[in-house]
């Protein structure tokens, strides 16, 4: 059975930095684009951020860009995104994906997805 696994997640006030991890199972990603997506409360789930199978290809939304570092770990299955100057708006339940390469990430177009991990980012 293969799953996506958030964690991380947490309550913190705003300039602060949280570390999100998605670990991968019951097959290896080594070779899959990996990312990040977001839902805020009321909204549409969004693109953050992908990075391609060797780390080559790496890209951001224009919201998160300069704040967020995605980085992956392929002997551990694991990807992760580093957050740091939180605001407020960046609250959301933040969504781990896995895809073919990273257009079709970035397209929404993803084989698997995380439970996803709250985030929350006082004021």
């Known amino acids: 059975q293969v799953q996506l696994v958030e964690s991380g997640g947490g309550l913190v006030q705003a300039g602060g930095s949280l570390r999100l991890s998605c670990v991968a199972s019951g097959r290896t990603f080594s070779g899959d684009a990996m990312g990040w997506y977001r839902q805020p409360p009321g909204k549409m789930r969004e693109f953050v951020s992908v990075?391609?199978?060797?780390?080559?290809?790496?890209y951001y939304s224009n919201s998160v860009k300069g704040r967020f570092t995605i980085s992956r770990d392929n002997a551990k299955n694991t990807v992760y995104l580093q957050m740091d100057s939180l605001k407020p708006e960046d609250t959301a339940v933040y969504y781990c994906?896995?895809?073919?390469?990273?257009?079709?990430?970035?397209?929404?177009?993803?084989?698997?997805w995380g439970q996803g991990t709250q985030v929350t980012v006082s004021s």
């Open positions: 994906a896995a895809a073919l390469d990273t257009n079709r990430l970035r397209n929404g177009n993803c084989d698997y």
């Open positions: 990075i391609s199978w060797n780390g080559n290809r790496i």
